[in-house]
């Protein structure tokens, strides 16, 4: 069920839709944009595919490592702008490398139509492996 966009998740889902075109995507044809809010910046990334194809890098990631790499580990959202006709939603692999930098952030998005969706993270992953179970000490030092 689509939901209500805010100014904010429009400006930063343009900033996915930008981007968009830039993908490196020659062997599926399928481009994704994607842009990261956090700390006050905002952070593009693309899909770029590989030959060997495991090798693939989607475009919310790409747009985390830069967020990450400029100092920041507190995403407040992120926009994904694919060329499908839906909203395009993130995978499951992006659902919980997104999870590690704020597990309720909002996630916008956008397809080839006007259509557009917005949802919290842990409504697209519910239950996340998060760093609070590696915190969790048993107190036996074999385990
Ligand atoms: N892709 C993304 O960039 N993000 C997603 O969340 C879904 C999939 C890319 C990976 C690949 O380059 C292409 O879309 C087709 O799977």
Request: with cysteine; proline share 5%.
């Amino acid at each position: 069920m689509p939901k209500k966009l805010t100014e904010a998740d429009m400006a930063l889902l343009a900033f996915a839709r930008e981007v968009h075109p830039r993908a490196y995507a020659p062997y599926s044809g399928f481009r994704v944009g994607a842009a990261v809010f956090a700390g006050g910046e905002i952070f593009q990334g693309v899909n770029v595919e590989n030959a060997a194809y495991g090798s693939t890098i989607c475009a919310e990631r790409a747009a985390a490592l830069a967020a990450v790499t400029a100092g920041h580990t507190e995403f407040d959202a992120v926009a994904v702008v694919g060329d499908s006709e839906a909203p395009c939603v993130p995978c499951g692999a992006c659902r919980q490398f997104l999870a590690e930098f704020n597990p309720a952030m909002r996630v916008i998005m956008g397809g080839r139509t006007d259509a557009v969706d917005a949802l919290r993270l842990d409504e697209l992953l519910p239950e996340a492996f998060v760093r609070g179970y590696l915190d969790q000490d048993d107190g036996d030092d074999d385990a």
